[in-house]
């Protein structure tokens, strides 16, 4: 079982609609991170969120941490192309750093 | 700031032969490198925990002499995968923590053993 879920695994969508991705876990976090990763490159950072119910936004991506620091959604509004890629969403559990399986997102023109 | 530097991107090598890989914080101290394997199309699987100065902490399943670890310096770790076969292709990346939660990773390295 993985201590991070992700869904949907994989979504395609067209320029300009708006998704949201999921990561959920029974346990607690004090933060959880979202990467996004290109093909044949490492994760980039986007953004770290650590207080219950907070809500970040990094241009047209909203990020909300879960008020128990259990789950964390991240919303794109009206996606481009560019937003293609593996959205990964991790924590640190113990002393390790532990990574959901992933959303791939293919932004269609 | 916070940029970490792999070397190198890709290697190719014959079956049976070492590879080295590196792994540097450029511009930050990191007491702690994660090196971790990435599967085609799936997320990354934490292999070691390396801590300057003292042995790296594997991961259930990885082997520790296959996959040496060395963490000499503050801004360097190494992973060297030893006696290397096909199954062991895979993109290797590592990551350099800096502070509590904060990890940043380096580019990859694709490793195909032929």
């Known amino acids: 079982t993985q201590l991070l879920e992700q869904s949907p695994q994989f979504l395609s969508i067209q320029e300009g609609e708006n998704l949201t991705v999921y990561c959920n876990s029974s346990?607690?976090?004090?933060?959880l991170q979202w990467y996004r990763q290109e093909p044949g490159e490492g994760p980039v950072l986007l953004v770290t969120?650590?207080?219950?119910?907070e809500v970040k936004k990094l241009k047209r991506l909203t990020f909300q941490f879960g008020d128990a620091r259990k789950d964390s959604s991240l919303h794109i509004t009206a996606a481009q192309p560019g937003d293609t890629g593996l959205y990964l969403c991790?924590?640190?559990?113990?002393?390790?750093?532990?990574f959901g399986p992933g959303t791939r997102l293919s932004a269609l023109p | 700031g916070a940029v970490v530097s792999q070397h190198p991107s890709w290697v190719i090598c014959k079956s049976g032969t070492s590879v080295k890989i590196e792994c540097r914080s450029l511009?930050?101290?990191?007491?702690?490198m994660f090196w971790y394997r990435q599967f085609p199309k799936q997320s990354l699987m934490l292999m070691a925990t390396?801590?300057?100065?003292?042995?790296?902490?594997?991961e259930q399943g990885v082997e520790k002499d296959k996959f040496l670890i060395n963490h000499a310096s503050l801004t360097l770790s190494t992973l060297t995968v030893t006696s290397a076969h096909p199954e062991d292709s895979s993109f290797y990346i590592c990551?350099?923590?800096?502070?509590?939660?904060?990890?940043?990773f380096g580019p990859g390295t694709r490793l195909t053993v032929t």
């Open positions: 969120v650590v207080t219950g119910g």
């Open positions: 511009d930050f101290q990191a007491t702690t």
């Open positions: 991790a924590a640190f559990y113990g002393q390790n750093f532990v």
């Open positions: 346990s607690v976090f004090s933060s």
């Open positions: 990551s350099a923590a800096r502070g509590v939660g904060e990890q940043y």
């Open positions: 390396s801590n300057e100065g003292s042995k790296a902490t594997y």
